[in-house]
């Protein structure tokens, strides 16, 4: 290791670096000064006003461009004799299929989501390339080496899902404000502005199946013979009082718990709104529609301000208004993004009204965005550490040092003096079905389920494949490509919908199924266990997968139904936010969360069996660590300090 | 905190830290200045790290012309000689850093660092040096410290494999949140006393911690060393091993510790390592620009008083080196 900052196997390596946002801007300039020669880099994104702070490749002027692509220019700058090669695709597209990962000698990720990593991790095992594998959010970040057969991979340890609550909590009984946001993000937004069809249960369930909101004419549809404020306020009057009133009925559930105030338009609002017709319309012709505000056009002017009922009151009517009057023609496909402006008004105030009514503080937008969009908290100071932490990491692999491969965390309160801590790698989790092919077990109604909640809730969901290929024995029951004929999609598609017992080759208790992803040379084999009932809400799925987990790590939430976040969630931070509530440990990018009490950067994420487990990082700005103790491979927790 | 709200523009562009340390702390920032020293890969680090978490100005002072030992571990600097012909280091990386953010004003102030008065560096309340002779930094350090203002202090240095950085925040207040007996966070109020870098250094070795980073004694070598010899910090080489050996044992029999807990092999590592290694410069530059960051905002516990990384081992450890009394 004595050649660690003379190594000669710089120059002749070839890297590919997976994110061009907060880390691998660090990074790319890092690996330019440390003399690496050769470097591709791909990243699907294109720059964002909010990247700057801390993306330094990039200028106001770069907006909307590729993010690969600006970054090799800036660093050609300083670096103008060194091979670049960006990509501005996604990761996961076919043409970075195992040939492809083979040409280099070490992948280094800056990513900011689970799939990626998940995805680059099994082309990195099938490719046999090592993989260092980063993530920060906030002041905390970690850095992690992957080398197939001699440490663990980045999934021998189950990533814990993305953070989801109860419905009930969610359409009934919120008691936190995030339970507000998910409402009024998830349900309500998607209700009014997203696809009508899907399943929604923005209306309170009674216990009185008979509820009158149930059949008849759809409330949420604007009907002709009304104006658009008569509408708004019909919806408003609906969600945040005929829905309370209907909920307060049920005694039951209120024994414990404060009961909510509805709350009608009429009681915070006066009988007509100013009407300002003519410059609604005004308003739209003029600006592109993602520019369109209704901040703007009441005159509010800082996001950080706590707005009263009326003014969310007022904002409701108005968001709801200008969505209909400037952008009527995305009504049906909208789902909510935390950069359309227009959208997190209308989920602001939709939420602070909602959290009136239930006796919650209300929020600033400022606040109400971080949440709803599950921004990580990103900082330049550590991504720079990290991607520091990544190049010694990455020219150890190039030395093939195993003895000194280390991952490392980046702490925000000292740990035994140390803010950098460095961690023997640990070995390959032997149940990991990942990296080593341990079979699985599915407990499933065989009779009940159809293959396409088997492909959607577990091979797509919970094994992260993107091009599926599930056999029983030599019968391919189900496969996704490009190049199947016609006659071969029409079998898959009428497959999709049998129950498993059905199928030309009958899934029953005792099956094992094969389930292969191609481009990520991936086959896991799962034992198929007949299972009559499950718990509606602890395992709201209707089966349950089991057999890759480290024991002490598998407890799940219970009942988690509604999530907030979705699928951009990661478990390793990015770059992340940091939560207060609910987000990334990426500075590729973003995280879905809660209350982080295991910051992305826990140790625990990662890890499997020896030294440090996890560190839980409380979350109130406490210099108290807990963490397991380094030496125990028992899992117990110990208290530092 | 009083005092004007952050503009649309700095809320837009600044979001993702205001996430992390709050909108009090970002019109802190907003108004804080920031002289350093030494414009080496580190510093540069530093630099980026700090105009792109939006101070109100920074200045820079290096009269020395671009070498390629300068370029080697500096982003800020284009390889292009026609583009630095006849201006300054700190010139150099002025016009690199005034892109990054132009929100932020970036200055050159030319001349002798060690020559400036006390109403020169009563204009900033950041000091960062580096690269600099052991007697320029007790200097700076003095006159920040003689000033009726706090004006924090600290010096940096990387060389191979290895950093080093000291902080001096005379008497600092700062409110940290603790949970209360019954779980309800609560503010208490922290004061924190820092010694000089001359008190510091002149702890005896014996006095301390039988674990303090063995960087550290190191590191006092080699600065002693450069001193004695009249040399410019980082002009020696591999030539100079056998004087700097016997240096060393000189200072540890007069320090009664054992000559072998400063190992050989590390002396060697620094005497040869005049070029700092770029992934320790954006991790010194990174550690750096944190603790700034915390001492202008107030929100955090800042280190006290020492940092020390060796990529050779991965550590980035604290060192509280102190006078028993403070």
Redesign the interface.
């Given at each position: 290791?004595d050649s660690?900052?003379h190594s000669s196997a710089v120059k002749g390596a070839k890297v590919l670096m997976v994110g061009a946002g907060g880390i691998g801007c660090?990074l790319l300039?890092?690996l330019?000064?440390?003399g690496f020669q050769d470097i591709h880099i791909i990243d699907m994104d294109t720059i964002e006003?909010?990247n700057?702070?801390?993306q330094?490749l990039f200028?106001?002027s770069h907006v909307g461009q590729s993010k690969a692509k600006v970054a090799r220019d800036a660093v050609l700058?300083?670096?103008?004799h060194i091979s670049i090669t960006p990509y501005h695709a996604n990761v996961k597209d076919s043409d970075f299929n195992v040939d492809f990962f083979k040409q280099f000698s070490v992948v280094l990720n800056g990513l900011d989501n689970l799939d990626a990593r998940r995805h680059v991790n099994r082309l990195c095992l099938a490719a046999e390339v090592p993989l260092v594998e980063s993530g920060t959010t906030?002041?905390l970040g970690q850095v992690t080496v992957h080398v197939k057969g001699k440490t663990e991979c980045y999934e021998c340890q189950p990533k814990p899902a993305p953070k989801t609550y109860p419905v009930c909590t969610i359409t009934s009984t919120p008691s936190k404000f995030v339970h507000c946001i998910v409402w009024a993000k998830d349900l309500l937004f998607s209700k009014l502005f997203g696809d009508k069809n899907q399943e929604n249960d923005l209306n309170v369930r009674s216990s009185d199946a008979s509820n009158s909101s149930e059949h008849g004419e759809d409330v949420f549809e604007w009907r002709n013979n009304e104006d658009i404020e008569q509408y708004g306020r019909r919806i408003y009057d609906h969600v945040f009082g005929y829905n309370i009133e209907i909920a307060l009925k049920n005694q039951e559930t209120w024994k414990n718990r404060n009961r909510p105030k509805p709350i009608y338009s009429r009681d915070v609002l006066p009988e007509h709104l100013n009407h300002q017709n003519g410059n609604v319309d005004k308003k739209c012709a003029t600006d592109d529609p993602l520019s369109v505000s209704a901040m703007t056009s009441l005159g509010l002017?800082?996001?950080?301000d706590i707005w009263s009922l009326t003014e969310n009151s007022t904002v409701f009517l108005e968001s709801l208004k200008l969505f209909f009057a400037c952008r009527e023609k995305e009504i049906g496909n909208l789902s909510f993004d935390k950069d359309d402006q227009l959208a997190v008004e209308f989920v602001t105030a939709a939420a602070n009204i909602r959290a009136a009514s239930f006796g919650i503080p209300m929020h600033s937008l400022?606040e109400a965005k971080?949440i709803a969009g599950n921004?990580?908290?990103?900082?330049?100071?550590?991504?720079?550490?990290v991607?520091?932490?990544i190049?010694?990491e990455a020219i150890k692999v190039l030395e093939k040092d195993i003895d000194n491969y280390?991952m490392?965390y980046?702490l925000?309160?000292?740990s035994k003096?140390?803010?950098?801590?460095?961690v023997e790698p640990f070995e390959p989790n032997k149940s990991c079905c990942v990296c080593s092919e341990s079979p699985l077990a599915l407990e499933i109604n065989t009779h009940r389920s159809k293959l396409r909640d088997f492909v959607e809730k577990i091979v797509k969901a919970k094994l992260g494949m993107n091009s599926p290929l599930i056999m029983h024995g030599s019968t391919l029951l189900y496969e996704v490509g490009d190049d199947l004929e016609d006659d071969m999609i029409a079998n898959y598609t009428a497959n999709l919908e049998k129950v498993l017992s059905e199928l030309p080759s009958s899934v029953t208790g005792g099956t094992m199924l094969t389930v292969e992803d191609l481009q990520q040379e991936f086959t896991c084999n799962i034992y198929i266990k007949h299972r009559e009932e499950f718990d509606e809400e602890k395992e709201p799925d209707g089966m349950v997968l089991s057999g890759w987990t480290q024991a002490s790590l598998e407890k799940k939430d219970d009942n988690k139904v509604v999530g907030n976040g979705g699928n951009t969630s990661t478990s390793m931070p990015t770059?992340g936010?940091?939560e207060v509530e609910l987000d990334e440990i990426s500075e590729g990018t973003e995280i879905s969360g809660k209350k982080r009490k295991q910051p992305e950067v826990s140790a625990g994420e990662t890890n499997s069996s020896n030294e440090v487990q996890r560190l839980d990082v409380v979350d109130?700005?406490?210099?108290e660590l807990v963490m397991l103790d380094h030496q125990d491979t028992s899992n117990k927790k110990k208290k530092l300090q | 905190m009083d005092g004007e709200?952050l503009t649309?523009q700095e809320?837009?562009?600044?979001?993702?830290?205001?996430?992390?340390?709050g909108?009090d702390a970002q019109r802190r920032l907003s108004k804080s200045h920031i002289l350093v020293y030494g414009m080496k890969?580190t510093v540069a680090?530093f630099c980026?790290?700090i105009v792109?978490?939006?101070v109100g100005s920074l200045t820079l002072v290096d009269d020395r012309a671009v070498t390629e030992d300068a370029l080697?571990?500096n982003?800020?600097?284009?390889?292009n000689e026609n583009m630095y012909d006849g201006k300054t280091l700190a010139e150099v990386c002025c016009n690199s850093l005034k892109?990054?953010?132009?929100m932020v004003r970036v200055s050159v102030e030319k001349g002798d660092l060690s020559r400036f008065g006390g109403d020169f560096f009563d204009k900033f309340d950041i000091v960062i040096v580096s690269c600099c002779t052991l007697t320029t930094k007790k200097l700076i350090n003095e006159k920040c410290r003689k000033l009726s203002k706090r004006v924090a202090f600290y010096a940096v240095d990387c060389r191979?494999?290895c950093g080093e950085m000291f902080v001096d925040l005379q008497k600092y207040i700062y409110t940290?949140?603790?949970?209360d007996e019954n779980n309800q966070?609560t503010a208490i109020e922290r004061e924190l006393q820092y010694p000089s870098f001359q008190e510091s250094i002149s702890v005896p070795w014996r006095k301390l911690p039988r674990k303090v980073s063995k960087l550290y004694f190191a590191m006092r070598v080699i600065e002693r060393y450069e001193e004695v010899e009249g040399r410019n910090p980082g002009q020696i080489s591999i030539d100079d091993l056998p004087a700097v050996l016997k240096l060393k044992k000189e200072l540890c029999e007069a320090q009664s510790m054992n000559e072998s807990h400063i190992p050989n092999a590390l002396m060697e590592k620094l005497v040869m390592?005049r070029r700092e290694?770029?992934?320790?410069?954006?991790?010194i530059?990174?550690?750096l620009?944190?603790e700034v960051?915390k001492a202008i905002s107030g929100k955090?516990?800042p280190?006290q008083n020492f940092?020390f990384?060796d990529?050779?081992?991965?550590?980035?450890?604290?060192?509280n080196i102190s006078p028993p009394n403070t």
């Open positions: 290791m660690l900052c660090e300039k890092t330019a000064l440390s006003v909010s700057l702070n801390r330094f200028r106001q700058r300083f670096r103008p906030g002041f002017k800082n996001p950080q400022f971080g921004i990580v908290h990103a900082v330049a100071t550590t991504n720079a550490v991607a520091g932490l190049v010694i280390r490392t980046c925000e309160h000292p003096k140390m803010l950098l801590m460095p770059e936010e940091r109130d700005d406490e210099d | 709200e649309e809320t837009a562009l600044y979001d993702r830290q205001i996430r992390v340390w909108a890969g680090e980026k790290n792109l978490a939006g080697s571990s982003f800020l600097i284009p390889p892109e990054f953010n132009s191979d494999s940290k949140k603790k949970l966070p390592g290694f770029p992934p320790v410069c954006a991790i530059g990174g550690i620009g944190q960051i955090g516990d280190l940092f990384f990529a050779m081992d991965g550590k980035g450890i604290i060192e």
